[in-house]
C-alpha cells in the first residue's frame, strides 16, 4: 500500500473544507497517480458522501484525505451499500475536534485476502438456531446444518478459510461472545447510533473474519496495513489512531449531556446546580467553567463543590421504587450496581434475595442447556 | 392467560381505551326513557281520556316501558368506544399470539434512537441534569415507564416528565402550535400520574437531528425510486442533499425546538381511567375468554359427575 497521505498534500495552516481540499490540482493529481482514469469517479463518491453526512463534512479534511486515499490504494470502492469499506466522521470531544475513520467490512477483508492468490476459500456466515447443533472449540469442528434456511435468532458466526496448500480453519463465535467482545474493546459498543446497533451482523462478522485472519491467515502486506488502517483516524503514514478503542476519550450520552449543560451554563447558580450531578471526567471542564464564571462575578464567595461521580450521588431512594429497580433486573451485574443502593436492611434481603434467585435460575438454565446438547448429540 | 382479570394497560395504549362510544350511553337512554314516560304520564293524568292524542301517548308509554325494560336489563353491559373494542381486540391477538401489530415505523425508531437526545435538549431548556428512567412501573390498572423527573426518587417526583421526538420539523411544528393537547398523551401523563402519584406531569415535543443510519435508508429509498443511478447522478445528489437538510437542524435555535405542555394530576380522570379499565377487563372476559371459561366450567362438572 502506498501510504502517501498527508505527506504528499501541502497542509495550508487555514483549513480547507473537504469540497475545496478534493477539488485541489495536487489532490487530484494523487488520486490519479493511484487511481488512474477512475480517479475522478473514486473523487466523487468520496463528496458525494461527505455531502450526504454533516459530521463528515465537519470533519478535518485531511483525515478525509487520508482515509480516502487509503481506500485508493487498497483499491477498494466507498460506499456503505456495497460494504467493502467507508468512511465515518467521528467526533473526539477529548481534544474536542472531529475526524475521519476509515473502515473495512467484512466483504472488504474477503476481498483482499483473495487477492493474495492463496485463499482457496474464505468465507464468514450467521449460524441460525435451527442450523447450529454444537460446537467442538478443541477440533474446532462446527456441528451445523448449513443445508437449511437459517430461522429465527443467529446464535454464533462462522469463519472458514482454506488456503491452496490445503490448510484450513473454522472459526465459530457465539453471539454472546461477539457482544463481550464488543463491548470490551468497543467504546461505541453501547450507543444507540453507533454501526453495531444499526447493523450487528455484519459488525459481527467482521470481527470474527478479522481475529481469525490476523491469528491464521496468510496475510500479504496489504491485508497487513489493511488491519492496521481499519477503524483508525489516520493522521499520516505512521501515526494512527484508534478512537473506537476502550481506552479512547468517548463519552457517554450522560457525560455529552453534563458536557453540554456545564457549556450552557451562564450563571453560578446555573453551574453549582449541576454539581451533585458532574461525574468525574467532566470534573475538570466543570472547574474551568467555574473559574470563567467566578471572574466574572468577584463580589461572591463560591464554595467549590467537590464533583463526584454520577452513581455516588445517588439519594436514597424509598423501598417500594428500590424494588421495582431490582426486578428490572436482567444480568447479574445489574443486581451487583445496585448493591450500593441497598443501604438498610429491607432493601439488601430484597436484593440479596433476589440475587440468589437470578443464580439459581441462571444454573437451572445452563443444566438444561447442557442436557439438550447431550440430547442432541445422543440423537445422532 | 385464562382471563383478564388482571391485565395491565400500558399507559401509552390508555388513549385508545379512553375514547367515549358515539351516541348515548345505556344508563342515559334508561334515565332519557324515565324522564319521558314521567312527562307522558303527567300529560294524559290531566287529559280528556277519549281524545285520540291521550291514547296516542299511553301507546307510547307503554312502548318506553317495554324498552326501559330492556334496558334496564342490559344495564350493566359494557359500553365501549368502537376504537377501544377494535384496540381490545388487537391486544388479545397479540397477547394469545405472540405477534406484534405494528411492529417497525421510521417515526418508532427515530423516537428509541434519538431518546437521550431529546433529554439533553429537555436538560438544557429546562437547567435541570435529567437521567433516563428505566424502571417499569405498575399498580392494579396501569403499567408505565415515564421519561425522567424531578425528585428524590419516582415515588417522590414532583414532576414527571415524557419526551416525544418529532420526526421531521413539520411534524414538531404541528405538534407545537397545536392549542389542544393530544389525547393519548394526556391520558398517558395521566397513567404516569397514577404511577407515581406526581402532582404535575410535562409533556415535550423535542425536534432533533435524525440518527445517520435512518437518513442513510431514506437515501437508499430514493435510489431505489430513482432506478438505482451511480452516485454521482445529479438528481440523486440533490435529493440526498435534501433529505439531510429535511432531517438535520443545526442551524436552527435549540430554543424554537422544544415545546413543552404541563398537564396536572385530575384526580376524577384517574377515576374514570380506573373505572375504564375494569370495564375493558369484564369486556375481554365476556368476549374472548367466556369460551374459555365455559369449557373450564364444563370439565369441573364432568369431574364432579
Not at chain 1, 218 to 238: G, H, M, P, R
Not at chain 2, 23 to 28: A, C, D, H, T, Y
Amino acid at each position: 500500500m502506498s501510504n502517501q497521505q498527508t505527506t504528499a498534500v501541502q497542509q495550508q495552516s487555514t483549513k480547507p473544507s473537504v469540497k475545496a481540499l478534493f477539488e485541489r490540482a495536487d489532490v487530484g493529481k494523487r488520486f490519479a497517480e493511484v487511481l488512474g482514469k477512475r480517479a475522478p469517479q473514486f473523487v466523487t463518491s468520496i463528496l458525494q458522501l461527505a455531502a450526504s453526512d454533516k459530521v463528515l463534512a465537519n470533519a478535518d479534511p485531511y483525515t478525509v484525505y487520508n482515509a480516502a486515499m487509503t481506500a485508493a490504494s487498497l483499491d477498494l470502492p466507498v460506499n456503505k451499500n456495497l460494504g467493502f469499506a467507508w468512511i465515518i466522521g467521528y467526533k473526539n470531544n477529548s481534544k474536542g475536534t472531529t475526524e475521519a475513520q476509515f473502515q473495512l467490512g467484512y466483504k472488504g477483508y474477503i476481498q483482499l485476502a483473495q487477492r493474495t492468490g492463496q485463499y482457496a476459500k474464505i468465507n464468514c456466515v450467521e449460524v441460525y438456531g435451527n442450523q447450529f447443533k454444537g460446537w467442538n472449540a478443541l477440533t474446532e469442528e462446527l456441528d451445523a446444518d448449513f443445508t437449511i434456511d437459517g430461522t429465527g435468532p443467529v446464535v454464533g458466526y462462522c469463519a472458514y478459510f482454506r488456503l491452496l496448500n490445503g490448510y484450513e480453519k473454522t472459526v465459530y463465535w457465539s453471539t454472546e461472545k461477539v457482544r463481550v467482545h464488543a463491548n470490551r474493546f468497543s467504546k461505541t459498543f453501547r450507543f444507540n447510533d453507533s454501526t453495531w446497533k444499526s447493523d450487528f451482523d455484519a459488525m459481527a462478522k467482521k470481527t470474527v473474519l478479522k481475529n481469525t485472519l490476523s491469528t491464521w491467515g496468510i496475510l500479504s502486506v496489504e491485508l497487513q496495513n489493511a488491519l492496521k488502517v481499519d477503524q483508525a483516524v489516520i493522521k499520516n503514514e505512521e501515526e494512527v489512531d484508534y478512537p473506537d478503542y476502550q481506552d479512547a476519550n468517548v463519552l457517554t450520552k450522560e457525560e455529552e449531556r453534563m458536557m453540554q449543560m456545564i457549556d450552557a451554563a451562564e450563571t453560578l447558580e446555573e453551574l453549582q446546580a449541576l454539581a451533585p450531578n458532574v461525574m468525574e471526567s467532566m470534573g475538570e471542564r466543570y472547574r474551568n467553567k467555574l473559574d470563567k464564571l467566578s471572574a466574572e462575578t468577584p463580589v461572591v464567595v463560591i464554595e467549590e463543590p467537590k464533583p463526584k461521580k454520577a452513581s455516588a450521588v445517588k439519594p436514597e431512594i424509598s423501598f417500594e421504587y428500590f424494588k421495582m429497580k431490582v426486578d428490572s433486573c436482567k444480568t447479574y451485574q445489574e443486581y451487583q450496581a445496585l448493591l450500593s443502593e441497598a443501604k438498610d436492611q429491607e432493601k439488601q434481603d430484597y436484593l440479596g434475595k433476589k440475587m440468589n434467585e437470578f443464580v439459581e435460575s441462571e444454573m437451572d438454565k445452563e443444566a438444561l442447556d447442557s442436557n439438550n446438547s447431550i440430547g442432541l448429540f445422543a440423537n445422532e | 392467560m385464562n382471563n383478564a382479570n388482571e391485565f395491565l394497560f400500558r399507559c401509552s395504549s390508555l388513549g385508545k381505551i379512553m375514547t367515549n362510544p358515539q351516541g348515548k350511553g345505556i344508563r342515559e337512554k334508561i334515565l332519557d326513557a324515565e324522564a319521558l314516560i314521567d312527562k307522558l304520564s303527567a300529560e294524559v293524568a290531566v287529559a280528556k281520556p277519549t281524545l285520540k292524542t291521550t291514547q296516542n301517548k299511553l301507546a307510547k308509554i307503554e312502548l318506553l316501558k317495554s324498552d326501559l325494560e330492556n334496558l334496564k336489563a342490559r344495564k350493566d353491559e359494557v359500553n365501549l368506544s368502537l376504537t377501544c373494542r377494535n384496540y381490545l381486540i388487537d391486544l388479545f391477538v397479540e397477547t394469545k399470539y405472540g405477534r406484534k401489530k405494528d411492529l417497525f415505523s421510521k417515526y418508532l425508531e427515530k423516537g428509541l434512537l434519538v431518546e437521550d437526545d431529546s433529554l439533553t435538549l429537555l436538560s438544557l431548556t429546562e437547567k435541570v441534569f435529567f437521567e433516563k428512567n428505566n424502571v417499569r412501573l405498575t399498580n392494579d390498572y396501569v403499567s408505565g415507564e415515564p421519561d425522567t423527573y424531578i425528585g428524590q426518587d419516582i415515588f417522590r417526583a414532583s414532576v414527571v416528565y415524557d419526551t416525544k421526538s418529532s420526526w421531521d420539523l413539520f411534524t414538531f411544528n404541528h405538534s407545537k402550535y397545536d392549542d389542544d393537547i393530544n389525547q393519548d398523551y394526556y391520558w398517558q401523563l395521566q397513567g404516569y400520574s397514577d404511577l407515581t402519584g406526581a402532582p404535575l406531569m410535562k409533556l415535550a415535543y423535542c425536534l432533533v437531528d435524525t440518527p445517520e443510519s435512518l437518513i442513510n435508508a431514506e437515501m437508499q429509498k430514493l435510489w431505489h425510486k430513482l432506478g438505482q443511478p451511480q452516485e454521482d447522478f445529479q438528481p440523486y445528489y440533490d435529493g440526498c442533499r435534501a433529505i439531510q437538510k429535511a432531517l438535520t437542524y443545526d442551524d436552527i435555535p435549540k430554543s424554537e425546538r422544544i415545546k413543552i405542555f404541563k398537564i396536572d394530576r385530575d384526580e376524577d380522570a384517574i377515576e374514570r381511567m380506573h373505572q375504564r379499565v375494569l370495564e375493558c377487563r369484564h369486556y375481554m372476559n365476556q368476549t374472548f375468554f367466556n369460551h374459555e371459561i365455559k369449557r373450564e366450567n364444563q370439565k369441573s362438572s364432568e369431574g364432579v359427575s
